[in-house]
């Protein structure tokens, strides 16, 4: 009796302790467990984002560089059209000073004779006397044509040199804020790459810890299953199934004693 009272008291508070230490790492496996996938889908997330402000950074470079190269193009369009203007409006006005001064000594011209000597040789009148003084009212038509070229070119070169202003103060605009833009991303995907690697080191703790508590849960309910239940439940029996089975032993026994001595015989 003492003998069974020693062993229940035994199987109950063994039997306690495994059951509360499987609770214990049951839940703590369950906790690390779900800790693990959130950390995991958090690193997961992070590296998304970091991966699409990449991509965004990659878009902004390139559409500064498209913009750079087309500013350029742009700039040499304008330059290459700005010194065409400008030099054409030299080259007519200095046409336009020629052609004043021409007039004007023509006008003030006291004699000159002009004949043609088609007219000469057929006798005609078609040469004149008096002063050469040119075609003074057709020359202001040509002047005045080439004072509105002048005026052209002009406006040609204030336009142009006006619009390139504007282009580039728009360029350098637009490329301080890209620049600003991609420093911005930059940084940020810097950021979320380190919260992954933080991420990733973590989930490294966390699975090690996870591993350890499964082999915890794993010991304490093999000694549940293979040390305890055996010992303490399944092997309870009533009093006289014992002295059934002791008995039965005994018997056995005997008669392996009995096939023993008639097989010494």
């Excluded at 001064?101 to 088609?118: D, E, H, L, M, W």
């Excluded at 004149?128 to 052209?152: C, H, N, P, W």
Aim: charged share 40%; glycine share 6%; with cysteine.
């Amino acid at each position: 009796a003492t003998a069974e009272a020693t062993k229940k008291g035994f199987c109950d508070t063994e039997l306690g302790k495994a059951e509360k230490d499987r609770d214990f790492r049951l839940q703590e496996t369950s906790k690390l467990d779900a800790e693990l996938k959130s950390l995991n889908l958090k690193a997961e997330e992070l590296a998304e984002e970091a991966r699409l402000l990449g991509d965004a950074v990659k878009g902004l470079r390139s559409d500064l560089g498209e913009a750079t190269t087309a500013r350029d193009e742009e700039k040499a369009e304008n330059v290459k059209t700005m010194k065409l203007s400008k030099e054409g409006y030299l080259a007519v006005k200095e046409a336009i000073a020629v052609l004043k001064t021409f007039y004007a000594r023509a006008g003030r011209a006291k004699a000159f004779v002009q004949f043609s000597p088609i007219d000469e040789a057929a006798g005609s009148d078609a040469g004149f006397e008096g002063a050469y003084k040119g075609k003074q009212e057709r020359s202001k038509g040509i002047i005045g044509m080439l004072e509105v070229i002048l005026t052209d070119f002009d406006r040609t070169v204030a336009t142009v040199s006006a619009e390139e202003e504007e282009a580039q103060n728009e360029f350098e605009t637009f490329e301080s804020e890209n620049r600003k833009d991609t420093e911005t991303k930059e940084a940020s995907k810097k950021m979320k790459e380190d919260e992954v690697v933080q991420k990733e080191e973590a989930l490294n703790t966390l699975a090690g810890a996870l591993k350890t508590a499964q082999k915890a849960l794993k010991e304490v309910q093999t000694e549940l299953t293979d040390v305890l239940h055996p010992m303490c439940i399944q092997a309870e029996e009533t009093y006289a199934e014992r002295v059934a089975k002791r008995e039965k032993e005994i018997e056995a026994l005997k008669e392996a004693h009995d096939i023993l001595e008639n097989w010494d015989q």
